[in-house]
């Protein structure tokens, strides 16, 4: 081999592995969920109000089945998606919470229901403690709980349920295992967060479709918040999924334009719960194929996605 071809084979070999070492955005476990005081709501109302910011009705908040704020036989817990809010598909986990007699958490994802800037501060680390705090919550209101997560909130509660075996059920809609754009993945390269941001515009924008969307939705911030919401779903992709034995139920559209119906189908075969359920809805009033259920997107499918999530409760072992 030619002295000339040796180096060259070695330069390469060496910037490759440069580039393949290169940093990432990290994934730091969160610390171990504090108590939480006894007053739950009190304790909400006081960590919301830190932000001046806050858009009204995309607050934490919990919504109790009985006046006297009694636990219930299940607790339902709400996780909305990436760039949206509680409202995104309300009143569905409302309405749902209301059928089944149980006390209801709606949370709030660090960055989101704020000001379009807010979104660029989150990490990784943030989203999955306020999926962790969720859940502490969760395990207040109810002997048993049942998370509900929507797109990137399907991440995060695939996440959870990687982690609390006893959960008495996983209902993903419209789960986020891969943005339906393939070039997202370029966000989860090495290097990306150094090199990506000098040819990307610095905010993303897209157009809400009605006034409401613009409302509770944040539909311009910071293109930065885009490399901690593909961390998360690499890092929930590499989780062994085969571990999860949890009671599954997966809505989706095999028409979605916003994340991968593939993907979502894929993570859903490599589930190892006994008990998993999948229903395809290709018809949507979103035209998006993405918002199954809400008065804002899909007001006239509502219904039907929680008689489903009802049927598929109401068939789980009894403890």
Request: aromatic share 6%.
């Amino acid at each position: 081999m030619p002295k000339t071809l040796r180096w060259t084979l070695l330069c390469l070999s060496l910037l490759g592995l440069l580039l393949a070492s290169g940093p990432r955005v990290p994934v730091e476990a969160p610390p171990a969920q504090p108590a939480l005081p006894a007053d739950l709501d009190a304790y909400l109302a006081q960590s919301e109000a830190r932000f001046s910011d806050l858009v009204p009705g995309t607050q934490k908040q919990i919504i109790w089945a009985h006046a006297d704020r009694r636990q219930t036989d299940l607790a339902l817990v709400y996780l909305h998606g990436f760039s949206a809010s509680r409202q995104e598909t309300a009143p569905l986990s409302e309405d749902l919470a209301r059928q089944l007699g149980a006390n209801l958490f709606v949370t709030r994802l660090s960055g989101h229901g704020r000001s379009p800037q807010a979104m660029g501060e989150p990490s990784v680390r943030d989203w999955l403690q306020d999926a962790q705090e969720a859940l502490a919550i969760g395990q207040r209101l109810g002997k048993r709980v049942i998370v509900l997560g929507v797109s990137t909130g399907g991440t995060l509660g695939t996440w959870l349920a990687s982690r609390q075996p006893d959960l008495a059920a996983l209902v993903l809609i419209s789960p986020n295992f891969s943005p339906r754009d393939p070039m997202a993945t370029l966000l989860t390269w090495p290097w990306a967060q150094q090199v990506l941001p000098w040819v990307l515009p610095a905010e993303h924008v897209w157009k809400p479709r009605n006034p409401e969307q613009a409302r509770y939705w944040n539909h311009h911030y910071p293109t930065q918040a885009l490399f901690p919401m593909m961390a998360l779903v690499r890092h929930v992709n590499d989780l062994p999924m085969q571990d999860i034995r949890i009671p599954t139920l997966m809505i989706y559209s095999p028409n979605d334009q916003v994340v991968s119906a593939q993907a979502a189908e894929a993570a859903f075969a490599r589930l190892g719960s006994p008990r998993k359920q999948l229903i395809a809805r290709p018809e949507s009033q979103d035209p998006s194929h993405h918002v199954l259920a809400g008065r804002i997107l899909a007001p006239d499918d509502t219904a039907a996605i929680q008689a489903q999530i009802a049927a598929f409760v109401q068939q789980l072992p009894t403890p």
